[in-house]
Structures are given as structure tokens and as C-alpha cells.
């Protein structure tokens, strides 16, 4: 659902994939919507490629390969064109099925997984797209909701007593470990739910990008109920 009283100020709508890919990023705004009502029949798909694994990577020889109903026809052909569209733009998009990420529970005062608030680093200049077309979906975060967790002073302390190091050393330790990724809400923050069947592209943390990133997290999936994610 689209319905948070920040999603002006964070979020583009657009109609169609040339727009979501087109859009720059201006101002607040470090994430950009392509609003979608879906049709077909995600969950059959999901049923047809049940795995023991948490995460089984979802080939486009194996997607073609099910049987499926109509329904679930018109499914896959949503997920192909998306797929399509992503690598004639240069990108490499990833279908997954997921029953859970790995938790990271190291640390007690610091968790680095993706079920935290977190943004995405990378050497160049692009972008995070996804799609949840079937399960519980991510959301997304405010800047402005929002504190570097290496910045919170008792959390700063306790990463000093694990580095052990020099102060000139520390920040690229953090950096290295992927601690100064990860975020903390704010007191009564309001974390927008991203939906299912819409795609999003989401600013990533790079110089050459104007606007800060866009903080998201994974969704706690349902007991029993994967999800069917396209990424890149």
C-alpha cells in the first residue's frame, strides 16, 4: 500500500518502464514507482517451485519449463517481460523464490542482515530494482525517519571494543563490515510497504548519485508462505 503521509515527498509515480527507468532523482525524492494491479496467478508458480533451500535462484529455462494454467500463464509472461526490460537496460535481474534470508545475530547490539534497515552500496552509478509478485513485501524508510546506527553513541561505543584498532583505522572498518549501511527508525516513524506486482527502482549509496539512498528492509515472511522476488 501506497498510502503514507511521506510518499510525496519520497516517492515517484510513473506508468510505464521507460518512465521508471528515466525519472531522476530530485530533491527527497530517492525512490521511483512503477504502480501495478497484476493479473494471473503468482502463487501457482510459487507452488511449482517448491524447494527445501531459503532461496532458490529461479532460471528463465526453468520458469518456461512449468505447466501452468492460464492464469498462471499470464503470471509468467508478466515476470519474462520484466525480466526483459531489466537486461536490455545493462541490467542483471535475479528471480528468487524465498522461504527467509540468513539472520545475523553476531552481534547482540548490531544486526547486518537484510531484515534490517539498510541501504545498497555499489562501485558505480545505478540502481536497486524490485518486484515482490507474490509474499510479504519490503518497505522502505524516510530519511528523514531515520538515524546511521554507527552514529548512535552507545552502539559507536561497543563497535570500538570489537575493532580494537587505531582511531585513524575505525571509519574504514566500518565501512568494510558494512556497518555504516544500516539504520535505525525513528521514534514513530511510518516505514512505507512497498506492494506487491509494482516495480521500484531505489537510489543506492554512490557519489555520483545527488540524492541520499533509499533506506529498505526485507519483510518477516508468513509462516509457510514464500515469496516470488525479481532483483537487481
Not at 81 to 93: E, I, Y
Request: with cysteine; charged share 25%.
Amino acid at each position: 500500500m501506497l498510502d503514507s503521509t511521506n510518499f510525496n515527498h519520497q516517492i515517484h509515480c510513473v506508468t510505464n518502464f521507460e518512465d521508471l527507468v528515466s525519472f531522476s532523482y530530485v530533491g527527497e525524492i530517492n525512490a521511483v514507482c512503477w504502480k501495478r494491479e497484476l493479473i494471473g496467478d503468482f502463487s501457482e508458480i510459487v507452488n511449482l517451485l517448491a524447494s527445501s533451500e531459503n532461496i532458490k535462484e529461479i532460471s528463465e529455462k526453468e520458469l518456461l519449463q512449468l505447466q501452468l494454467s492460464k492464469e498462471g500463464q499470464l503470471a509468467r509472461e508478466i515476470i519474462l517481460n520484466d525480466l526483459k526490460n531489466l537486461k536490455t537496460l545493462g541490467a542483471a535481474p535475479v528471480l528468487n523464490v524465498i522461504k527467509n534470508y540468513e539472520r545475523d545475530d553476531a552481534l547482540p547490539f548490531f544486526s547486518t542482515d537484510v531484515y534490517s534497515f539498510h541501504v545498497d552500496r555499489s562501485p558505480i552509478p545505478t540502481h536497486t530494482f524490485l518486484c515482490t509478485y507474490y509474499g510479504e513485501s519490503s518497505d522502505i524508510l524516510p530519511n528523514s525517519q531515520a538515524i546511521q546506527k554507527i552514529l548512535i553513541p552507545e552502539v559507536r561505543d561497543e563497535l570500538k571494543k570489537l575493532y580494537q584498532g587505531s582511531e585513524d583505522g575505525f571509519e574504514d572498518f566500518l565501512s568494510e563490515y558494512f556497518f555504516d549501511l544500516h539504520y535505525q527508525s525513528t521514534p514513530n516513524a511510518q516505514p512505507i510497504n512497498l506492494g506487491k506486482g509494482n516495480l521500484w527502482r531505489l537510489a543506492v549509496d554512490h557519489p555520483e548519485i545527488q540524492v541520499p539512498p533509499c533506506i529498505h528492509r526485507a519483510p518477516k515472511e508468513k509462516n509457510g508462505e514464500s515469496r516470488l522476488l525479481l532483483i537487481c
